[in-house]
Every structure is written in structure tokens, then in C-alpha cells.
């Protein structure tokens, strides 16, 4: 069955520190791969997005990693902040439909 | 430049009462998604449009109904409610699936089903 698994556990990071989040997924071929931040009580608010053919993408901050071998994503806050705290979520759009297929997410907490 | 907008922000629903969500965006987007948020599921995709006049299923769609009767706007119908469409219901709209777009979200709206 077709899977996207993101951790499951929340993630503690000590400020500063570099945060790292992964995305795993199964039996998709993903035509690009999506990062989103959610707050409490809020919509999602895309970051980031990575081709299938693109290795790592960075934005400030933030660094993307895509391996198609190994069917991952990591996902990377540098210099992390507690206004970093949020719940990340990662989403697959897949080749050849007009989908978009989300993880169930993972809580960062930036402890100060 | 308001982005996504949905109607009502928060719905309380007696079991087997209909109603209507509305979603609009001002962005001039061809595709535009309803998607429902529980704990411990994700964001899991209803149905969604990918222009005017069309309308596909998604993930979860049944128990919904939607129309998109104009480019700017998708309502998302519940028929006949029921506890289990209790949710965080959020709509949001891209561009295109040609481009590699990004899905600008709206604020969502809380409903449950008693």
C-alpha cells in the first residue's frame, strides 16, 4: 500500500541546534515533494519545494534533501529558533495526477 | 489581496442537518482542494477542481458533496451529518498542476457533529 510517514514522535531541539525531520514514503512516484508549517488553529504555510530531479534545495535556514533511491526527505532548520516550534508537514504530489498527498506531520519543539 | 477565505469559522451541527462550507479565493487559481484535519490522520483530500465546472473525488469523499460553479469559489456540501465528519475542515487553491506550485491554504473551519 502507499505510505507517507513522517515521524510520529514530537522532536525536542535545544535552540540553536540544527532540527531535523524526516519524510519516508512507499510505492509513489512523486513528480515533487512539498514542505509545509502549521500553527495551532492555522493553515498550513508552504517552505518548501523539491523535484524529483533535484538533490537538495535551500531557503535561508532551511534545507531540503530528496533521494529518490531511498525514497526520503529530510528536512533541516539550521540555527533553529523557538519561533521554529510548529508541526511540519510533508506532501507528495505524484506524477501524472493532480493530487497532492500529505503526511500526518511532525511537532518541533525549539526548547529555549 | 485577502488569499483564501472560508465560511463559517466554526459550526456546530445536530446529526443528519445539512449545511454548506464556502471557500473563496481571489488569486485567480485553477485548482482548488477541500481537505478535513483529525488528530493522529493528517490532512486527508475530500474532493478537489482543477478549473471551473469540474469537480474530482479525492481520499475521503464520501458523505461530501461540491460544486464550482465559478473559478473563485468551491463549497463543500454535507448532506446529512454525521458525528464522524466532526473535523477541521480546510480548503486551498494553486495555480496549476503544470507549474510547480505551491497550495495556499485557508484558516479552516471547525465543525462538529453532536
Known amino acids: 500500500s502507499q505510505k507517507i510517514e513522517q515521524n510520529s514522535e514530537a522532536l525536542n531541539i535545544q535552540e540553536g541546534k540544527t532540527a531535523t525531520l524526516t519524510c519516508n514514503y512507499t510505492n509513489y512516484s512523486p513528480a515533487y515533494l512539498q514542505w509545509y508549517r502549521q500553527d495551532p488553529g492555522r493553515g498550513p504555510v508552504f517552505l518548501l519545494l523539491i523535484r524529483e530531479n533535484e538533490k537538495e534545495k535551500r531557503k535561508e535556514r532551511l534545507k531540503v534533501t530528496f533521494d529518490t533511491t531511498l525514497k526520503q526527505s529530510l528536512f533541516h532548520i539550521t540555527a533553529s529558533q523557538p519561533a521554529d516550534s510548529a508541526t511540519y508537514l510533508c506532501?507528495?504530489?505524484?506524477?501524472?495526477?493532480?493530487?497532492?498527498?500529505f503526511g500526518k506531520g511532525t511537532r518541533l519543539h525549539i526548547l529555549p | 489581496n485577502a488569499g483564501v477565505t472560508q465560511t463559517p469559522k466554526f459550526r456546530v451541527l445536530k446529526t443528519g442537518q445539512s449545511m454548506t462550507l464556502l471557500c473563496a479565493q481571489d488569486?485567480?487559481?485553477?485548482?482548488m482542494y477541500w481537505y478535513r484535519q483529525d488528530p493522529g490522520m493528517g490532512l486527508r483530500l475530500i474532493h478537489y477542481s482543477v478549473g471551473e465546472g469540474t469537480t474530482a473525488k479525492g481520499e475521503v469523499p464520501d458523505g461530501y458533496n461540491v460544486s464550482r460553479l465559478k473559478k473563485q469559489n468551491f463549497l463543500l456540501g454535507l448532506e446529512s451529518a454525521a458525528p464522524s465528519q466532526t473535523s477541521v475542515y480546510f480548503c486551498?487553491?494553486?495555480?496549476?498542476?503544470?507549474?510547480?506550485?505551491?497550495?495556499?491554504f485557508g484558516p479552516g473551519t471547525r465543525l462538529t457533529v453532536l
Open positions: 488569486m485567480n487559481h485553477e485548482y
Open positions: 486551498a487553491s494553486s495555480y496549476s498542476r503544470r507549474s510547480y506550485n505551491e497550495q495556499f
Open positions: 506532501a507528495l504530489r505524484l506524477n501524472r495526477d493532480d493530487k497532492i498527498i
